[in-house]
């Protein structure tokens, strides 16, 4: 058990929908990661916050957005679901921004 | 932007048998890790390791950062082993985390 906490484990919708995905951080982490792994993209960088405020932007599409709440908590909107949005959602945290990251177990999204 | 390049792309080992695999990373890194994402698809910390070598049990890994590189020994292989073993880096400069595309490992009993 890594620390980091995620939820929904599992989470399946329609096609244009909006859902939102929840990751806790590890006691005392300051930054948080959002990754999605998809069959035939790999394990992509979205997004990263440090002490709530946005760090850096993967290849985060227009439709998806996430922010890191004073309680370090971060949540990842994803918006006008399409059926190339199923994939395995991972969020990760680390102390400060260089450091060792540790990941929560995903949320699994599958849209139909 | 860096380019992480992991090979080989899979391997098959007899239980017992050791291993190497490598990460090539195509610029300045101020991180790297060595996960293992195991069957249920749990990402799992081997190594933080920007450089130099660490050991951890029957794994060990070094990192080049001079020479753009880090290898993963797998030593006395078991069928625990199997799965997908990633390298992440973090490049100088920035702040975004490449993976590589990953090495697919089978361990045969």
């Known amino acids: 058990d890594s620390g980091v906490t995620q939820t929904p484990k599992h989470l399946i919708t329609a096609t244009g929908q909006r859902v939102t995905l929840r990751c806790s951080p590890r006691?005392?982490?300051?930054?948080v990661y959002w990754y999605q792994q998809s069959l035939d993209q790999g394990l992509q960088f979205l997004i990263q916050?440090?002490?709530?405020?946005?760090?850096a932007k993967g290849n985060i599409l227009e439709r998806f957005s996430a922010q890191q709440f004073p309680d370090l908590h971060s949540e990842l909107n994803l918006s006008s679901l399409e059926l190339g949005d199923s994939a395995l959602y991972f969020c990760a945290s680390s102390v400060e921004i260089y450091n060792e990251q540790f990941f929560g177990p995903g949320t699994r999204l599958t849209v139909l | 932007g860096i380019q992480v390049e992991q090979s080989p792309p899979d391997l098959i080992l007899q239980e017992g048998a050791n291993s190497t695999l490598r990460c090539n990373f195509s610029d300045s890194v101020n991180n790297l890790q060595w996960f293992h994402q195991n069957p249920w698809g749990q990402l799992i910390n081997l190594f933080y390791i920007p450089s130099g070598t660490k050991q951890n049990g029957r794994l060990s890994a070094t990192t080049v950062a001079t020479e753009r590189y880090s290898l993963l020994y797998i030593s006395s292989s078991q069928t625990t082993d199997s799965g997908v073993y990633f390298c992440?880096?973090?490049?100088?400069?920035?702040?975004?985390?490449?993976f590589g595309a990953g090495t697919r490992l089978f361990v045969k009993a």
């Open positions: 006691s005392g982490d300051l930054s």
């Open positions: 992440a880096v973090g490049n100088t400069g920035g702040f975004k985390t490449i």
């Open positions: 916050y440090y002490n709530g405020e946005e760090r």
